[in-house]
């Protein structure tokens, strides 16, 4: 009677084990395949974002044209006197404004096209020509708009147009490369329409925007995408 306890204790306790052992197993293998499948869940979601969206944008782009406009704006005020002629002062501002756009579209082509080579996305796709078209629709529309201004003299709403398209140009690109672009074109839009009623601080909310905001994003944008993968 002794001897058969002890052997259904000593299957007891095999038993424990086995199970203990069984149940570990189970839990590895569980976690294990969890993680892989995150792993191909991250992995999926990068194939489709590289074929549906542009991704090759650089913080470092933002940060540069956030520079240039700082620099124009500090060069406006050196140049544009309160003894300068408006019209002047006028042709000034678009002079130093286009030349801060063309500085900031060669800046963000080239870095685009070196990081389209680290990401292995194509530079000159159909999604890149979408994007572009989807960006440059409502800034060409605003083109036209100031070009209409500049005409029949409304200048002091000049800036605000500039501000509110070029916020309507985030929005309407957030589509085919990163959504968070769509909030600095809220940012931008939201500032247009302050300017819109705030007379004699156009150069002001300009600069907030084509400067600060640039400089603002950039950061944030390296900090969210670039430094993870690097």
């Known amino acids: 009677m002794g001897i058969i306890i002890f052997i259904i204790q000593i299957f007891k306790q095999k038993f424990v084990h086995l199970k203990a052992f069984i149940l570990l197993c189970i839990t590895k293998y569980f976690y294990m395949n969890k993680d ?14 590289k074929s549906s969206k542009f991704i090759s944008l650089s913080g470092l782009a933002a940060i540069m044209a956030g520079i240039y406009a700082l620099v124009g704006a500090y060069i406006a005020t050196q140049v544009i006197t309160p003894g300068t002629y408006s019209i002047v002062a006028l042709e000034l501002m678009v ?3 286009s030349l801060v756009l063309i500085a900031a579209a060669v800046t963000t082509c080239i870095l685009s096209y070196y990081k389209s080579k680290k990401t292995g996305q194509k530079f000159f796709s159909r999604l890149t020509y979408r994007a572009l078209w989807h960006f440059s629709f409502p800034m060409l529309t605003g083109g036209v708009l100031c070009i209409s201004i500049l005409m029949h003299e409304y200048y002091d709403i000049m800036a605000s147009v500039m501000l509110l398209f070029y ?3 985030l929005v309407n690109v957030s589509k085919y490369t990163y959504s968070s672009i769509v ?14 009623f705030c007379e004699g601080h156009s150069l002001l909310f300009w600069t907030i925007g084509f400067g600060v905001f640039h400089i603002l994003y950039g ?4 900090l969210h995408y670039e430094r993870k993968k690097s």
């Open 167 to 169: 916020g309507l140009a």
């Open 36 to 49: 892989k499948a995150l792993e191909s869940v991250n992995e999926i979601k990068e194939l489709m974002e």
């Open 219 to 222: 950061i944030l944008f390296y």
């Open 95 to 97: 002079i130093i404004a």
């Open 183 to 196: 909030w600095l074109g809220y940012a931008f839009i939201c500032l247009g329409v302050v300017d819109c």
